[in-house]
């Protein structure tokens, strides 16, 4: 997704590179609620949750539980009147607490919207600033200044909990706001509000339903039903559309006016009051049935404490010592960040009725199958495996395995089918429970159909991409869509070649050289050669595209030709001939990074500092690494260097601190250099993975790798595979301040190489 470019950093590392400037479910919650106390470790006291929520990382503040539908957490705009598109701001005043979220990216959702007030109703205008605010695991509260109003939200998987104190009034209100959305505008990409119901059960009951359509996906119409419970009646319930507050039990609007509710009542000082907020995609019934499933009592500690325990059992999945406090609350706020989406949705969906897992709010599979997709099949290969059926169920009942998907709708698509790459991941790695052969179906229409809508779902320019070889500049983004394709396609041969498709995997390992098909071996910038050029729909060259960073109409989407030029992560081999072979490479790289063409708040980056490893420089690899960490990662507000994009951010964070990273779709996972001395992540069934760095110190000077083993046995080259380390393993480095030979001699897995990255394909 489009982010918000920062500022560059500027550093000075005791390499060759010496000034380098970078761009830079329900049950499970009920028996977590029920779980006979024993000791355990707190991990959640490590979370951040305002890490990232400053300078475009959007990361969500609130309540939730992982994967949980429901993040009931605040919607703001700033003191100017400038509504976040994501729900939250650091400086700014509070609209209310909305039930649906997104983290790390914006534009949709904030539905069904509570707030708590006193003093004559202003229906249009609730806004308060805030004091005392906090947010953990689990929990938050402000205090609302306006009203004198103490406001606190738990959560579980679809239901969100809220508890306000009040001080004496004869004028207090909780205020629903049907009508209210995030990024609501008259935009293509904007919000529109289609029409609501309330309906008052009640003096302590409300339920209905809100309908909105758009947003960033540009999806259709979504319903989300709602019920209400209060444990205080109201001394006078209320609706209103418009602005006229009347005593009508029901109301409903079909157009853009406001329709919402008023529970009144006379508080005494210091009166607390409880509203259980139940959430459905089915209807009000079924959002009641939520609350009764999840929620049955008032306990809002016991609902805190249950989430807090679900949280703990994901986060003790990594385990750290010798680290910073600043790692520290990073890496276990990242843990956090990567878990918040997509959501389970299962039990609620309402297209189709299905024995499948049902996620939704893959915002955006472009984003996270780099990096989070593959870190949940390591840490959480159940979860991963449940979410991979949700993706082929949605490809049985839509036509296609979505590369975005929010509110039950798949859109946009960005670049490539990814989706593919995401099975593939799972499938060389081995994880268990998917139906790969209807996977290998879905792959193969992504491949061959064109979609009625290019941004909805599938490839666009595909009949030119698989008649001539390339996307020509008759459709947009045509540069990263072929070499993104070409990736995708070596991931549909990986999976035709582990099913005994021998003719399959003959046909896409060859299209997953049509990388090749657009670049031009004679064109320079800035003293290199070989770079992707636009070809025009006669195959004629176009002229070069040398925007920095383009979007939806252009050659390439969200980089430029230093990141898409040299992405081709099945055949890093051959690229690497093309530019020049090894030295001439990793002189381009050095420039790259030099030049700041390197963007770190975008993830087609993400694979460029591990590329010196394919060239036979892992130390050069330890440099960036290193230098990207300690200048774009912080543990404050603006710590996260772009878009958390749904927790890809947060991933890459993780696995370049630890020390290592996945070639998503491959068994491959290349080494870098750890940041930490010793840490693990938990494979599942008592198996861990290992990583120990000696003789690192907390300067990092040390930073470079002297010699390794694994699992005792001398690791000589900087990469291994997946069955190196899935029974659990031990990978031991000898640190150093300078660079030495380790790792140089034999390159990682490409097509053209000695090592293929799975099996023998047919090319």
Known sequence: ????????????????????????????????????????????HNVDPFIGVDWGGNTFVGSAIPYGMVKVGPDMETFDGRKSGFGYSSSGVIVGFSHLHLSGAQGKYGNVLITPTTGPIEIQNTKSPRTDEINHVGYYAAKLTRYNVKAELTSSRRVGFHRYTFPASDQSHILLNVAHALSMSLDWQGQKFLGAEVHVTSNHEVQGVARVTGGWNRGGEYKVYYAIVLDTPAKSVRTWTGDSLTSAADTVVNKDTPIGAAFDFTTRANQ?????????????????????????????????????????????????????????????????????????????????????????????????????????????PDRQRDIIRSLVDIYRHTGYMPDARSGNDNGRTQGGSNANVVVADAYVKGLKGIDYETAFQAMVHDAEVPPADQQKEGRGGLKDYNTKGFVTLADERSGSRTVEYAYDDFSIAEVACGLNKPKEAALYSGRAHNFENLWDKNMKVEGFSGFLRPKNPDGSWAPPYLVVRGTWPDFFYEGDIWTYSIYAPQDMRRLIEMAGGNEQFIRRLDSTFLRRHFDVTNE?????????????????TADIVRLVLEKAFTDNRAGIPGNDDSGAMSSWLIFSTLGLFPIAGQDVYLISTPS???????????????????????????HYIQSATLNGVKLDTAWFRHNQIKDGATLELEMGPAPSDWGKAVPPPSMSGANQPFCELHH
């Open 604 to 620: 087609p980056g993400f694979l460029l500092p591990v590329l010196y490893n394919y060239a036979g420089r892992p130390d050069k």
């Open 272 to 380: 607390v009051i409880r509203a259980k907020v139940g959430i459905s995609f089915i209807s009000p019934e079924q959002a009641k049935q939520n609350i009764h499933d999840e929620i049955p009592d008032w306990n809002f500690e016991a609902v805190h404490n249950a989430s807090t325990k679900l949280w703990n059992a994901e986060l003790a999945k990594l385990h750290l010592s010798g680290e910073s406090d600043s790692q520290r609350r990073q890496l276990y706020t990242a843990m956090y960040h990567i878990m918040l989406m997509p959501t389970d949705r299962t039990g609620e969906n309402p297209d189709w009725k299905s024995s499948e897992p049902y996620y939704d709010d893959y915002y955006c599979i472009w984003d996270t199958f780099r990096s989070s997709s593959p870190l949940l099949t390591l840490i959480s």
């Open 1 to 44: 997704m489009q982010k918000k470019i920062q500022a560059l950093f500027r550093c000075s590392i005791p390499a060759t590179l010496s000034m380098l400037l970078l761009a830079s479910s329900s049950n499970s919650f009920a028996t977590a609620q029920n779980t006979t106390k024993k000791t355990v470790t707190d991990y959640t």
């Open 676 to 702: 930490i001395p010793d840490a693990s992540l938990d494979l599942g069934n008592g198996k861990k993975l290992h990583i120990v760095a000696h003789k690192l110190d907390p300067q990092g000077l040390n």
